[in-house]
């Protein structure tokens, strides 16, 4: 009796044990997939980062022609052909062009993959106000 209830005991724990390491392997799968998803997220933001600062300068010229015009307005004074070339600049838009790579990515798989709520929040808030999210 005594060894038949060992066996079982020994079953028992082998059983336990072989749960425990497959949910260990899974654990490592899922942190693989998740730093893989980071590295891409990092990827994609970088590139965004880049989109922006060359917009930047630009933004910056259409401002300065902004305020020309407005002081040029403001002051009645009068025209001046370079004003042409000032009131094109004001209608001048420049579209960014966001890097939506891994973002499709995670949308098809599932966002609870990021295992940071925080960092979620931030991701999932940074797309919807470049308007890609569903709403």
Avoid: C
């Avoid at 005594?2 to 654990?27: H, P, R, S, T």
């Avoid at 009645?76 to 062009?97: C, I």
């Amino acid at each position: 009796m005594i060894y038949a209830a060992g066996e079982v005991l020994l079953v028992m724990i082998g059983i336990l044990l072989a749960i425990q390491v497959n949910k260990w392997k899974e654990d490592r799968k899922r942190e693989a997939v998740e730093i893989e998803f980071l590295k891409g997220f990092i990827n994609d933001l970088e590139m965004d980062l880049a989109a922006y600062e060359r917009v930047i300068p630009e933004i910056a010229s259409i401002k300065s022609s902004i305020n020309i015009v407005l002081d040029h307005l403001e002051k009645d004074l009068p025209w001046r052909d370079s004003l042409k070339y000032h009131f094109g600049k004001t209608f001048q838009v420049y579209n960014l062009l966001f890097s939506l790579g891994t973002y499709g990515s995670i949308i098809s798989n599932d966002w609870s993959i990021i295992s940071n709520i925080n960092l979620k929040m931030a991701l999932i808030g940074y797309y919807r106000k470049v308007n890609y999210t569903e709403k």
